[in-house]
């Protein structure tokens, strides 16, 4: 069985400008959640969908949305760039809602560099 | 929400050496799991462990959900053993995974 896969592996862009990350789950999952990676602040938590709605978010601004589709495909959208979001971003796919207890599988993330 | 604790921060040990991890967490939890970070920054699954021992190898953890803390055990360790180790379970409600900050691990030939 795949695994999860993330698009695009690499990126890089300028301030003020917005991105798009994509994200496809194991086949069968249907929550998929997204996490942020810095040296500073460790592993965060950004959001989970999970049948196509928002479940909880972290503590990010607006800036950071997200979507799933009927696929259980999800995009995550990073609108007026800052340094500070430059960062390793990782999805994560899970059978059902991650905060039941299901196992999450890890995607091998999106670096951003944004300068 | 749950706080994640992981200790030492860094380890550095020979190669053949055996080491063990430690994740303290503030909360009972339904999900522990453990992970290895490659040096390209993927997320790989060792454990998924809520309660009790599970072993894989030369890899093992134990969960003691009512003393709140679970132990990965690496014997034997090997080059390829480095890297960072993390354990994560999941915050209130319906938070996602909350992740200690890592065990950096050295394993030196």
């Known amino acids: 069985k795949a695994g999860v896969t993330q698009t695009p592996r690499y990126l890089i862009k300028t301030r003020g400008q917005q991105v798009t990350l994509s994200c496809s789950p194991i086949?069968?999952?249907?929550?998929v959640s997204w996490y942020q990676q810095t040296p500073g602040q460790g592993l965060q938590f950004l959001f989970e969908?999970?049948?196509?709605?928002?479940?909880n978010k972290g503590n990010f601004p607006g800036r950071f949305s997200g979507r799933q589709f009927s696929n259980s495909r999800s995009e995550m959208n990073v609108s007026t760039l800052e340094l500070g979001d430059s960062a390793l971003y990782l999805c994560?796919?899970?059978?059902?809602?991650?905060?039941?207890?299901?196992?999450?599988?890890f995607g091998p993330g999106t670096r951003l560099t944004v300068l | 929400g749950i706080q994640v604790e992981q200790s030492p921060p860094d380890l550095i040990l020979q190669e053949g050496a055996n080491s063990t991890l430690r994740c303290n967490f503030s909360?009972?939890?339904?999900?522990l799991q453990w992970f290895h970070q490659n040096p390209w920054g993927q997320l790989i699954n060792l454990f998924y462990?809520?309660?009790g021992t599970k072993q894989n190898g030369r890899l093992s953890a134990t969960t003691v959900a009512t003393e709140r803390y679970s132990l990965l055990y690496i014997s034997s360790s090997q080059t390829t053993d480095s890297g960072v180790y993390f354990c994560?379970?999941?915050?209130?409600?319906?938070?996602?995974?909350?992740f200690g900050k890592g065990t950096h691990l050295i394993i030196q030939p």
């Open positions: 994560a796919s899970s059978l059902l809602a991650g905060a039941f207890g299901y196992e999450q599988f």
């Open positions: 462990i809520p309660s």
């Open positions: 994560a379970a999941p915050g209130g409600g319906a938070d996602g995974l909350t």
């Open positions: 909360d009972s939890v339904n999900n």
């Open positions: 969908y999970f049948s196509e709605t928002q479940r």
């Open positions: 086949s069968g999952h249907r929550s």
